[in-house]
């Protein structure tokens, strides 16, 4: 069995295959599932350092929420919840995948559960029954474990009073967020503080609160190596709309603007050997957990390289490359809807062409950021609503592609189009491919960038084409060959991508008879 099987069959429910992990500290399993000890009631991560426990005294669970419902506490020697997220949600692609990813941006907070069932299309009974037969845990406990995460790091990592907290991170009263805080850490959001403080992991860095700074917080972001960041940062540079995004290679950081449900916020990233440090400014602290979500979907910081590596580097054509840039990542989107746009300019012109018309149009209908810094960017890209009407004054080119443009953003304006990451990949390509001006690669395109799709291969992708040619592939063949690299096709492409930007066919191989 592969390990995406195991995912996909509940890799929790093993329990001798979890008791290996953990008995070996396994960090790769970090985040997959939690282990709870009965004896203490402390659910851990596979790889904590403390001493194991016997196989008679522990059980596996999938979420920490699941863990949490059945009154485990949080461990807090090894911070079972601050663990990268599960590459389950991105290799799976059914509801209780879907419902996650939601969760994880927020939606409860703001929607509560009947809008997560909304969004998802799904009646809350349905939705409660397949979150508890999946993951242990209904949407509200799911939640719940969330919000809890959310308030840890506030509480740590910022000067925010604590009942500013409580309400940042979701709870909707005081009294709800000491008693949840409590019960998940064994200690008061006061005592986690004064720990936090302890270990010198406090940092006094909220500044001016005034609306024309925002909120400012550092944070760290774990993921799970290898990680390939100048190959990401490489990826976005190229594509930054300059005004939303800016890359630097020679800092080896990169900043962009974001649309948040409460207001503008301005991230900077700058990729660590351990970690990934992401310096946040908020209009709005309640919307810390959406961007800290984005920012780890765009940089694809939920991966599990170390099955991808274990899959294509058997294949005689990709191995030499995947041995060059161990860790590859496959870059996300912060915006269903500003990802579609983005693609319709990009579609059958250069990468240099699709910025230019990009930046035009970031320029003249982009909103200002008030709290932007002077290094930041400070314009948000267009609404879908600026575009309709007014892209017809700033784009140049065919008159048929520009009506294309404004017509598919008009009906995301209007919500015709829905595009979000908790869609149904097959209905939201139906969805797009009957807009005027969508085609197959488009529609693949979005599905890769906002769904983490990890096995779809854009083989008409001229630059992809060009990479198969340098590593030995006859483009007849591609789609034929790539059957090999399922299900990790996506990350095959990222490679064929790096390949086609070789100054000279060094690496070329033959192809495999």
Not at 210 to 222: W, Y
Not at 356 to 365: D, M, N, P, Q
Request: glycine residues 6%.
């Amino acid at each position: 069995m592969t390990q995406v099987e195991a995912l996909c069959s509940g890799l929790w429910r093993d329990t001798e295959r979890c008791y290996r992990a953990v008995s070996s500290r396994d960090a790769r399993f970090d985040g997959q599932f939690v282990t709870a000890v009965r004896t203490t009631r402390i659910y851990c991560r596979p790889s904590c350092p403390a001493l194991t426990p016997k196989p008679q005294n522990v059980e596996f669970f999938p979420t920490a929420a699941a863990a949490q419902s059945r009154g485990y506490r949080a461990c807090k020697r090894c911070l079972p919840d601050a663990v990268p997220g599960s590459p389950e949600w991105d290799v799976r692609a059914d509801l209780a995948a879907r419902a996650m990813r939601l969760i994880a941006e927020g939606t409860v907070e703001r929607e509560g559960v009947s809008g997560l069932s909304r969004r998802l299309g799904y009646s809350e009974r349905h939705l409660g029954r397949v979150l508890g037969a999946e993951l242990g845990a209904g949407p509200l406990a799911l939640a719940r474990a969330h919000r809890s995460h959310s308030a840890r790091v506030l509480i740590e990592m910022s000067d925010l009073p604590i009942t500013d907290v409580a309400f940042a991170s979701g709870f909707s009263s005081v009294r709800q967020f000491n008693d949840t805080i409590r019960e998940v850490f064994a200690a008061t959001p006061s005592e986690l503080r004064a720990s936090a403080v302890r270990r010198g992991h406090h940092r006094s860095q909220t500044g001016d609160t005034a609306p024309t700074t925002g909120v400012r917080l550092c944070l760290r972001l774990p993921f799970r190596p290898p990680f390939d960041a100048s190959g990401v940062l490489e990826y976005l540079a190229v594509r930054a709309v300059p005004g939303v995004e800016s890359a630097n290679a020679r800092d080896h950081e990169y900043r962009r603007t974001f649309r948040l449900p409460h207001g503008p916020a301005v991230v900077r990233v700058l990729p660590q050997p351990t970690h990934v440090e992401c310096v946040v400014r908020l209009t709005d602290v309640r919307d810390l957990a959406t961007a800290v979500s984005r920012v780890r979907r765009l940089w694809d910081l939920n991966a599990d390289p170390q099955a991808v590596l274990d899959c294509l580097s058997r294949d005689p054509v990709l191995e030499p490359w995947v041995a060059k840039a161990p860790g590859i990542r496959v870059p996300g989107a912060v915006d269903g809807a500003e990802i579609v746009l983005r693609a319709m300019l990009g579609q059958q012109v250069s990468v240099a062409a699709a910025r230019t018309a990009t930046t035009r149009l970031a320029a003249e209908l982009g909103e200002p950021v008030a709290i932007a810094s002077p290094d930041d960017p400070a314009r948000l890209f267009p609404s879908p609503a600026a575009v309709a009407d007014h892209a017809g004054d700033v784009l140049t080119g065919p008159r048929r592609r520009i009506a294309a443009i404004r017509e598919v953003a008009a009906s995301l304006a209007s919500g015709d189009l829905d595009v979000h990451i908790g869609r149904d990949a097959d209905e939201l390509r139906h969805d797009l491919l009957s807009l005027p001006g969508i085609g197959p690669w488009t529609a693949d395109y979005v599905l890769l960038r906002l769904l983490g799709r990890t096995d779809l291969l854009l083989d008409t992708d001229r630059a992809l084409q060009r990479g198969a040619q340098v590593v030995g592939l006859d483009r007849a063949r591609l789609s034929d060959h790539a059957r090999r690299w399922r299900p990790w096709r996506s990350y095959a492409g990222m490679y064929l991508w790096l390949a086609s930007n070789a100054p000279s066919p060094a690496m070329t191989r033959k192809e495999d008879p």
